[in-house]
């Protein structure tokens, strides 16, 4: 394994604990998590928009819901990869 970063209790860095977890294949990185989802993460992010255009089309706030939408999408994988990497670091 790499490197580490020791605190000053002489404990590893979750960050490059996690780093050598993902560099060596035991985790999987964001975008291999969010595809391992069942759905390639271009096509997540597509039916968030279709989703949301269909609702708002005749809204005047269009680019406005759509943004909101991806920004959902993008912080709820955030945190369901956060969870992921705890439960695989056995936190």
Do not use: H, P
């Not at 490059?16 to 975008?31: E, F, N, R, V, W």
């Not at 609702?55 to 369901?80: H, P």
């Amino acid at each position: 394994m790499g490197s580490f970063n020791y605190n000053c209790d002489g404990q590893i860095e979750l960050t490059d604990y996690l780093k050598s977890q993902i560099k060596s294949g035991i985790a999987m990185d964001l975008t291999t998590w969010i595809n391992s989802q069942g759905k390639a993460q271009y096509t997540q992010i597509e039916e968030v928009i279709k989703q949301t255009y269909e609702s708002e089309k005749y809204s005047s706030e269009l680019v406005g819901r759509l943004t909101n939408a991806v920004s959902v999408y993008v912080l709820n994988q955030s945190i369901g990869y956060m969870k992921y990497l705890k439960d695989k670091s056995s936190i």
